[in-house]
């Protein structure tokens, strides 16, 4: 997981990355496809295919992590706005694996950028509706501003989160709010399991590899460069070559056959989180096709239900 960002200053120092101070409302690092624009291009434009601009708008940074506000095929600009980031950079810790989290009491605050990277304010969670690392590696936080509210104060749209799997090969964009750097690679298929010491993620994308994503890029959105729509959240890359240790996951496949890849990074599938919500965005764990880990009340019976999911803050075992 990439998480950690002691070591990283370093390495972006190192490579010449680090061009302004962590706090500077400049880019850190510029993606290839905008440092290739002010170089100039000699190619023609039908060289290359079309492909969305992608921003930093809506991106957010965490005080550990990166999110973004998202938005539900089915939210209107007069739900409370969501932001999406990983599991396991929860304020409280990285769940344990089977753990699910839901209607935690939560005022964490998110600084959102605007399109050239610049701070545009601040947003405050009211709670996190979900979060867990098991099988996936996601949560999400509602915040205490419509989306409307959201463009009203500060000029910034949120990024609309794919209903639709990503295919194999699609332009990708990892863009990091706390780095406030994009990275472009490409989706290299998918893996059966992914593990990292104790939790094991399901159908993680497999990244080329230039996204070779560091630590504070976790959480970040992963935007289908074609449909410019969230498709998965960045969540870890293999640090050291070693095999499912902390920073080092390794993949499973259905026979069991372990792979280690190292320098290659990996991101969690979102589209299952679409079928997990009402309207007015509201989680609802028992709606068809929401395929997501639930804690046990949620698999009770009806009856019970009524009872147990009365208990804001629930943190259940899978």
């Given at each position: 997981?990439n998480?950690?960002?002691?070591?990283?200053l370093?390495?972006?120092?190192?490579?010449?990355?680090?061009v302004?101070g962590?706090?500077?409302?400049?880019a850190?690092?510029?993606?290839?496809?905008?440092?290739?624009?002010?170089?100039?291009?000699?190619?023609?434009?039908?060289?290359?295919?079309k492909?969305?601009?992608?921003?930093?708008?809506g991106?957010?940074?965490?005080?550990?992590?990166?999110?973004?506000?998202?938005?539900?095929?089915?939210?209107?600009d007069?739900?409370p706005?969501?932001?999406?980031?990983?599991?396991h950079c929860?304020e409280?810790?990285?769940?344990?694996?089977?753990?699910?989290?839901?209607?935690?009491?939560?005022s964490?605050?998110?600084?959102?950028?605007?399109?050239?990277a610049?701070?545009?304010?601040?947003?405050?969670?009211?709670?996190?509706?979900?979060?867990?690392?098991?099988?996936?590696?996601?949560?999400i936080?509602?915040?205490?501003?419509?989306?409307a509210?959201i463009?009203?104060?500060y000029n910034?749209?949120?990024?609309?989160?794919?209903a639709?799997?990503?295919?194999?090969?699609?332009?990708i964009?990892?863009?990091?709010?706390?780095?406030?750097?994009?990275y472009?690679?490409n989706?290299?298929g998918f893996?059966?399991?992914l593990?990292?010491?104790?939790w094991?993620?399901?159908?993680s994308?497999?990244?080329?590899?230039?996204?070779?994503v560091?630590?504070?890029?976790?959480?970040?959105?992963?935007?289908?460069a074609?449909?410019?729509?969230?498709?998965?959240?960045?969540?870890?890359?293999?640090?050291?070559?070693q095999?499912?240790?902390?920073?080092?996951p390794?993949?499973v496949?259905?026979?069991?056959?372990?792979?280690?890849?190292?320098g290659?990074?990996y991101?969690?599938?979102?589209y299952?989180?679409?079928?997990c919500?009402?309207?007015?965005?509201v989680l609802?764990?028992?709606?068809?096709?929401?395929?997501?880990?639930k804690?046990?009340?949620?698999?009770?019976p009806?009856a019970?239900?009524?009872?147990?999911s009365?208990?804001p803050?629930?943190?259940?075992?899978?």
């Amino acid at each position: 997981m990439n998480r950690t960002v002691i070591g990283a200053l370093s390495a972006l120092a190192l490579s010449g990355s680090l061009v302004a101070g962590i706090g500077a409302s400049s880019a850190v690092a510029q993606d290839t496809d905008t440092a290739s624009a002010r170089a100039g291009s000699t190619a023609p434009a039908a060289a290359t295919p079309k492909l969305n601009a992608v921003t930093y708008e809506g991106t957010v940074a965490l005080s550990n992590c990166s999110g973004s506000v998202v938005k539900l095929p089915s939210s209107t600009d007069q739900d409370p706005a969501l932001v999406l980031t990983n599991g396991h950079c929860l304020e409280g810790g990285m769940p344990g694996a089977g753990q699910v989290l839901v209607n935690q009491p939560s005022s964490r605050s998110f600084t959102l950028l605007n399109a050239s990277a610049g701070t545009a304010g601040t947003v405050r969670a009211s709670k996190l509706l979900y979060g867990t690392m098991t099988d996936t590696d996601a949560a999400i936080y509602q915040v205490n501003a419509t989306y409307a509210q959201i463009k009203q104060r500060y000029n910034v749209n949120a990024l609309e989160l794919s209903a639709e799997r990503p295919t194999s090969g699609a332009t990708i964009k990892v863009v990091s709010g706390y780095w406030k750097r994009t990275y472009t690679c490409n989706v290299n298929g998918f893996v059966n399991q992914l593990r990292e010491g104790n939790w094991t993620w399901k159908d993680s994308v497999r990244y080329t590899s230039p996204c070779n994503v560091i630590g504070g890029t976790s959480g970040s959105p992963v935007i289908d460069a074609n449909s410019g729509k969230v498709v998965a959240v960045n969540n870890t890359i293999n640090e050291s070559g070693q095999r499912c240790t902390m920073n080092n996951p390794c993949e499973v496949d259905q026979n069991g056959q372990v792979t280690v890849r190292r320098g290659i990074g990996y991101a969690q599938q979102t589209y299952q989180l679409t079928r997990c919500f009402g309207p007015g965005n509201v989680l609802d764990l028992n709606q068809a096709g929401c395929t997501v880990p639930k804690p046990r009340w949620a698999q009770a019976p009806a009856a019970d239900r009524l009872v147990t999911s009365a208990a804001p803050g629930l943190i259940a075992q899978k």
